[in-house]
């Protein structure tokens, strides 16, 4: 169990069954990257947020506190039943922050097993909503399947959860906003994935509501970019995040306090490339970033990426001078991308 605090606000975070805040309401859903429609989503359970129709429980007292909490899955479930480690737009620490910036109070993590899996729609509402959680009302995107075998629909947990007087809202799926290329696709996870993969970052940008992150710790390298002019802080990110389209970005950074902080982070523009360096033969997948204007050591900083346009694919160069040149150019162009405002 973590109790995370930033900035002076804190995400609670719980298994379920243990150590959780009582009363909830409650948003269910895998989550994965937080966007656009996940908002929605997660609004009717925020304090101040959209208070359903029905109105609160009958059981709940007015002076009690009820925790705007997210429930998900954890692992997620494709990873439980393909037993193949399933690569995240939001590991965990990144989903705890998202969610914290939206005022969520609490995340509680169903540890998805045997167990989990196998209870019914039934059961889920009476063992975990009502008797864990102490929910008192919940919200559900319309493509929510709970229970064995995903037999639950969003519109049984209404019925289901109508047995203990727990309203539930039934969020419609938000589609791509009215200046998108393609209207009336429903915004998702993997529609964002597919977005990464193709190196469009802007309508993955546009879809999450803010710019696709790498966070990750900076490592040495092979110390061979102070020697072009371009040092780069290789970072490490967490093993299940996911690497969006290999090549070269216009990037916004931030370096992440350890202590809480109540400034935002200052930005720092630079350029980062996402590949196998095949011009020094590189053997492995790197992430690295060369920050405009800065001279200071980063080595063990912890460093935001922010993706905000893809200028190119990685190539082999015929020696260091040509990718050297060709560095300068990539660096021109991302001075004036970010410059713009994008
Ligand atoms: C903006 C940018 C573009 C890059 N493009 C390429 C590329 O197209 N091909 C390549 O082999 N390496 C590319 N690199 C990676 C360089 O090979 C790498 O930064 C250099 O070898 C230094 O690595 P080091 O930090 O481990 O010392 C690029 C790096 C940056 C910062
Ligand atoms: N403008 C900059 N952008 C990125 N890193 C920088 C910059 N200036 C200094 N550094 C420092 O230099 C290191 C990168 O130098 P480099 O020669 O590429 O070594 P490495 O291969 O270990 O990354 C970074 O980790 C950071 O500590």
Redesign the pocket.
């Known amino acids: 169990m973590l109790n995370l605090s930033q900035n002076g606000c804190s995400v609670w975070v719980a298994s379920s069954t243990k150590g959780l805040l009582t009363p909830t309401a409650v948003a269910l859903g895998k989550f994965d990257g937080v966007h656009l429609g996940h908002h929605r989503v997660i609004q009717p359970v925020l304090h101040g947020g959209n208070q359903l129709s029905v109105g609160a429980s009958p059981q709940s007292n007015e002076n009690e506190h009820t925790y705007s909490t997210v429930v998900t899955f954890h692992p997620h479930p494709q990873e439980f039943f393909t037993g193949q480690p399933r690569a995240l737009l939001t590991p965990l620490d990144e989903k705890i922050e998202q969610l914290r910036s939206l005022g969520v109070e609490q995340l509680v993590l169903l540890p998805f097993d045997k167990e989990l899996s196998a209870l019914s729609p039934e059961d889920f509402v009476e063992k975990i909503l009502v008797q864990r959680l102490q929910c008192q009302r919940v919200s559900v995107g319309q493509d929510f399947c709970f229970g064995k075998q995903r037999r639950g629909t969003a519109k049984d947990l209404q019925l289901l959860a109508a047995n203990y007087q727990i309203p539930v809202t039934i969020v419609p799926l938000q589609t791509y906003a009215d200046n998108a290329p393609v209207k009336d696709i429903p915004i998702s996870t993997s529609l964002i994935r597919h977005s990464l993969e193709s190196g469009d970052i802007k309508n993955a940008n546009l879809l999450l509501g803010r710019p696709y992150t790498l966070v990750g710790v900076v490592v040495q390298?092979?110390?061979?970019?102070?020697?072009?002019g371009?040092?780069?802080a290789?970072l490490q990110l967490p093993n299940d995040k996911f690497v969006p389209h290999k090549?070269?970005y216009a990037v916004r950074v931030s370096i992440v306090s350890e202590t809480p902080d109540v400034h935002a982070p200052i930005q720092i523009l630079g350029?980062?490339?996402i590949?196998?360096?095949?011009?020094?033969n590189?053997t492995c997948l790197?992430v690295?970033?060369?920050l405009f204007d800065w001279a200071n050591d980063l080595y063990g900083k912890k460093l935001a990426v922010q993706l905000i346009e893809f200028?190119?694919?990685?190539?082999?160069?015929p020696d260091?001078e040509a990718?050297k040149t060709?560095?300068q150019l990539?660096?021109t162009i991302?001075r004036e991308i970010l410059s713009a405002g994008c």
């Open positions: 390298g092979q110390q061979l970019g102070r020697t072009i371009f040092p780069t290789n090549g070269v350029v980062m490339n590949g196998d360096r095949p011009t020094v590189g790197s690295e970033v060369h200028l190119r694919s990685e190539q082999k160069f260091l990718l060709q560095i990539d660096c991302a």
